[in-house]
């Protein structure tokens, strides 16, 4: 039980209407849950307008609204409290409802393109080995302590980061690292979070259905660090191009890591193959389970990243060299008799799709066929299609195109539209099999002793989405039961 004037501590009120003394019982933005005493936050989305459900949510007995836009027809002894932008009064209302909980545990943000996942769950894993009690906030799943839950999105909408932060405080957790999404800072789920640092990847053609182009995109990816304040640290990678960019504004404390370029933190790859990558970190030799260039970026912002949260060096060293890949992040299988490689990854970008395909390229021995089976899901950015296109192709021996999460377009479409970036040099290469199951079976059957199969673009995902509807899929369990089956 909260007090309304409480959990509008922070939220900027263009007008009241009625009494903010009430007590209240919770908070939705979804008029389907609200109850008695609840507080309805009206959201503006893409496909519904919360302000049209506000009736319901009195009907449902809500004791107060928060909105852009008061209704013209009020109810006696409801609250309406009129916003400027109610995702960002959310924001507020959620911190102040669960009680704060991001400033009672240091809270670490990772964005970017690639590697959020990787690095956020690395150093869940690090931190947690290190003897303290961790929390986590990914893609894949959410971690409260050592309790598991799945995860929905990337980064969840704000009452639930704040109830989960909260569950964290009520069990001790003191480190907590968290995907932040493009979506998740310009729709403002993080902005009454406290961040004790962010960390920034590297940015590459993505989520360009839902930002008008790349630069808003970075732009988006920038405000996390300008919001970031002065008692945090804000890392970067010096070798991305933009990675300067996040931090020209930023009053958090500035660090750098590269493979490449001057920075605060530097690796040197000394060996990459299928075991793992031998790097080289302030003099100190690092052996890793991780495997190509891309996780060398990884390791070391996870390296920087325990170092300025105040680990000792050879304990984070010992304790990286321990770690294993994530599911779906470049996950791979070899079959017993023919000795195949069958890699999973969730490359769904461009900028990912190359790095997984020239690590393959930069270890084996080119006397083995790689064989990629790769899509591009619906109802998302449709420009990068023809790029995912042209990498396959020209990347791998074989390619054959596929459904990914084709969601509520035609699949066929999807694939046509990522042929149309093949080379004429290329054509002979590919293969287009719509149902993903049967294009696994087929780069199975194509490969012969030694040769490398990449399925791409799903990764750690269990289901396929088909027109509205989530189906079990999962490509490594699929593609170790077809290996098996060519091994009889």
């Given amino acids: 039980m909260s007090v309304l004037k409480d959990i509008l501590y922070k939220v900027n009120m263009k007008a009241v209407t009625g009494d903010t003394g009430v007590t209240i019982n919770d908070i939705h933005f979804d008029s389907r849950k609200v109850k008695l005493n609840d507080v309805f936050i009206a959201i503006r989305g893409s496909v519904s307008d919360g302000h049209d459900f506000i009736k319901n949510a009195e009907n449902q007995g809500a004791l107060a609204i928060v909105c852009e836009e008061i209704p013209e027809n009020i109810i006696n002894g409801v609250t309406y409290i009129e916003v400027e932008d109610t995702k960002k009064a959310l924001a507020y209302i959620s911190a102040n409802y669960y009680e704060n909980p991001s400033e009672k545990l240091k809270l670490i943000g990772v964005t970017g393109t690639n590697g959020k996942t990787t690095i956020a769950t690395l150093l869940?894993?690090?931190?947690?080995?290190?003897?303290?009690?961790?929390?986590l906030l990914s893609t894949v799943k959410v971690m409260v302590g050592n309790d598991e839950h799945s995860a929905i999105r990337t980064t969840p909408d704000s009452i639930t980061?704040?109830?989960?932060?909260?569950?964290?405080?009520?069990?001790?957790?003191?480190?907590?690292?968290?995907?932040?999404?493009?979506?998740?800072?310009?729709?403002?789920?993080?902005?009454?979070?406290?961040?004790?640092?962010?960390?920034?990847?590297?940015?590459?053609?993505?989520?360009?259905?839902?930002?008008?182009?790349?630069?808003?995109?970075?732009?988006?990816?920038?405000?996390?660090f300008?919001?970031?304040?002065?008692?945090?640290?804000?890392?970067?990678?010096?070798?991305?191009?933009?990675?300067?960019?996040?931090?020209?504004?930023?009053?958090?404390?500035?660090?750098?890591?590269?493979?490449?370029?001057?920075?605060?933190?530097?690796?040197?790859?000394?060996?990459?193959?299928?075991?793992?990558?031998?790097?080289?970190?302030?003099?100190?030799?690092?052996?890793?389970?991780?495997?190509?260039?891309?996780?060398?970026?990884n390791v070391l912002a996870i390296y920087a990243t325990a170092d300025l949260l105040g680990l000792k060096t050879l304990e984070i060293l010992r304790i990286i060299s321990e770690l294993s890949s994530v599911n779906g992040r470049f996950q791979y299988l070899i079959s017993e008799k023919e000795k195949i490689t069958a890699i999973v990854?969730?490359?769904?970008?461009?900028?990912?799709?190359?790095?997984?395909?020239?690590?393959?390229?930069?270890?084996?021995?080119?006397?083995?066929?790689?064989?990629?089976?790769?899509?591009?899901?619906?109802?998302?950015?449709?420009?990068?299609?023809?790029?995912?296109?042209?990498?396959?192709?020209?990347?791998?021996?074989?390619v054959i195109f596929t459904s990914d999460n084709p969601r509520t377009e035609?699949?066929?479409?999807?694939?046509?539209?990522?042929?149309?970036?093949?080379?004429?040099?290329?054509?002979?290469?590919?293969t287009s099999v719509t149902n993903r199951k049967q294009a696994i079976k087929a780069a199975c059957q194509m490969a012969g002793a030694n040769d490398i199969i990449l399925i791409a673009g799903k990764g750690h995902e269990t289901y396929q989405e088909v027109n509205g509807e989530r189906v079990d899929f999962d490509d490594f369990k699929i593609v170790n039961e077809f290996l098996k089956q060519l091994d009889k």
């Fill in 226 to 297: 300008d919001e970031l304040p002065a008692s945090a640290f804000a890392l970067t990678n010096a070798d991305d191009k933009n990675g300067p960019v996040m931090l020209q504004n930023t009053k958090a404390k500035k660090y750098t890591y590269a493979l490449k370029s001057y920075s605060d933190y530097q690796a040197q790859i000394l060996e990459n193959n299928f075991t793992g990558l031998l790097l080289k970190i302030k003099g100190q030799e690092l052996w890793t389970k991780l495997i190509g260039s891309f996780n060398a970026y």
């Fill in 161 to 224: 980061i704040n109830s989960y932060l909260r569950d964290m405080n009520d069990v001790g957790v003191e480190f907590c690292f968290m995907e932040v999404s493009s979506h998740g800072i310009d729709q403002h789920r993080t902005s009454a979070l406290k961040f004790e640092g962010g960390i920034f990847t590297n940015l590459s053609h993505d989520h360009l259905d839902y930002h008008k182009d790349f630069a808003e995109y970075r732009d988006v990816k920038k405000r996390f």
């Fill in 410 to 430: 035609n699949p066929d479409k999807i694939i046509e539209e990522v042929e149309a970036g093949v080379e004429p040099q290329n054509f002979k290469k590919i």
């Fill in 345 to 398: 990854d969730y490359a769904h970008t461009p900028d990912a799709l190359k790095n997984v395909l020239e690590t393959i390229n930069s270890i084996r021995t080119k006397n083995e066929k790689l064989i990629t089976v790769v899509g591009c899901g619906g109802d998302r950015d449709t420009t990068k299609r023809p790029k995912m296109g042209h990498i396959a192709s020209a990347l791998s021996s074989r």
């Fill in 124 to 135: 869940y894993d690090l931190f947690t080995k290190a003897g303290f009690k961790c929390g």
